[in-house]
């Protein structure tokens, strides 16, 4: 008779003495324990130290292990985190073999997410310290990102005022139906009948009425705030104060400049931080007198988000934008808004780069949607050598000569194509598509090409742990490949680098508008 191996399923055994030997030493909750044990999480535990009452909460170091880890592995959902720390080990030797249920995670990821998107300089400071982040060259771009809401939820507001005309005349309708059968009851029954339940037709009918009232009552009070905003912006103190601001933009980024191509004296004050410019809004479209258009649109399940038009046809979401070093494909700055043009993330992006990392990139690379003389003079007086295609090409062919485009728009635009055609600025762009749209790939493949929150500030927010759970992946890929001590996961040459709490995060930026 042939001998197998003893299998037992239902034979009880002891566990290991410690739950981290559930899993290989090079495991990535190994390494999502080591990290967020050296974060600084001060701005989540505050939140519990001002009431010392209740029952005891989950430990925030757990919840924040069992979300960063969730979003590396592509498992957003708080229902499904709930399933696997009782289903997967990775899961429950973070969770330290507890199951807060999903009420829990959503709720804290909910009341914490300014301070988790935050958490993204913080590892953005550690892939520094490994050397991940040369800022050579710099790769930006935008990709679309499904909304936790359907297009089909949208409607413009030519459509709003057919279907409230509809809607009106089908409640006029069912009301005098209902009116009509009441007096035949009570010719019938008497008057005793209860007349305080509507009929259901007549309840979805006033409520969907309700709705899209409401809808056109926002659309209006949205352009009425941006008419308001247009007036204040052509007033002289608000465009003497954005010239100021991009003035001091500028000459911090030369302070940047000279500061890393001179050495600095220790004593000599630091360069001022360049702050984080707002990113552009979707506008409604309106008319001069200050009323929607009737091709303004709302979405009644996400009212931030918008229809996009992406490779595979339109979608509602927002448009998120990241910008990737070249070198070990870390993202370096990253930013979400609801504006589907990409040419007006381009100079917030690099101040959020330069922000972060405060250095000038040698070059920065962009596709055609980028192409402004704007953005590329704002740049460049910033110190940064730009590389953007002025106009789409096929895959594979390159950047048309000045001479040999039919008509040449503007000076700026031919001085460009002659910059993609010399041999170096060639090679340099075209390693734009190998830097950045690889980031895209990675995390679309882990599941992770829409945000489940709804709203534009709480998007960002999941956004910012996106992006943060990609980098979280190169650092853990990176300290991989070095020598690591005795015991499950430990590496002394990553532990040796990670900065204490206080000196980790300065508070450089949190979600600005």
Known sequence: MKTYRPYQPRQAFLLPPSPLDWLPEDHLAHFILETVSQLDLRAITAHYERERRGFPPHDPRMMVALLLYAYCVGVPSSRKIEQRTHEDIAFRVIAANTHPDHCCISEFRRIHLDALGALFVQVLRLCERMGLVKLGTVALDGTKL?????????????????????????????????????????????????????????????????????????????????????????????????????????????????????????????????????????????????????????????????????????????????????????????????????????????????????????????????????????????????????ARTAHGEKEPAASESPATPNPCKAAMQSKLKSEHGDALYRRRKAIVEPVFGQLKSRGLGRVSLRGLDKARGEWSLITLSHNLLKLHKARAGRPRGSGPARCPAFLALLPLSAQLCPPLLRHPA
């Open 146 to 390: 499904k909304a936790n809401a359907s297009k089909h939820k949208a409607m413009s507001l030519a459509r709003m005022k057919k279907e409230t005309e509809r809607l009106e005349q089908k409640v006029r309708e069912l009301l005098a139906a209902a009116e009509q059968a009441d007096a035949q009851e009570d010719a019938q029954y008497g008057k005793s009948r209860r007349g305080d339940k509507l009929p259901e037709e007549l309840r979805r009918a006033q409520s969907r009425l309700a709705r899209i009232r409401a809808a056109q009552a926002e659309l209006l009070a949205e352009v009425q705030e941006q008419a308001q905003q247009n007036l204040e912006a052509q007033t002289e103190e608000a465009q003497a104060e954005a010239v100021l601001d991009e003035m001091q933009r500028i000459n911090a980024a030369q302070q940047l400049a000279q500061t890393q191509s001179e050495p600095t004296d220790p004593d000599d004050d630091p360069p001022p931080p360049i702050g984080p410019g707002p990113l552009p809004k979707n506008r409604i479209p309106a008319d001069k007198q200050g009323t929607p258009k009737d091709s303004a649109q709302r979405n009644f399940t996400d009212a931030d988000s918008r229809i996009m038009k992406d490779k595979g046809g339109f979608v509602q979401g927002y448009n998120g934008h990241i910008a990737v070093c070249g070198e070990h494909q870390i993202i370096v700055a990253q930013g979400l808004s609801n504006q589907a043009p990409d040419a007006e993330y381009f100079v917030p992006m690099l101040d959020r780069l330069l922000t972060l990392c405060g250095r000038i990139p040698e070059a920065a690379l962009a596709d055609a949607g980028f192409f402004s003389e704007a953005n590329i003079c704002r740049a460049q007086a910033r110190g940064i050598d730009v590389y953007i295609a002025p």
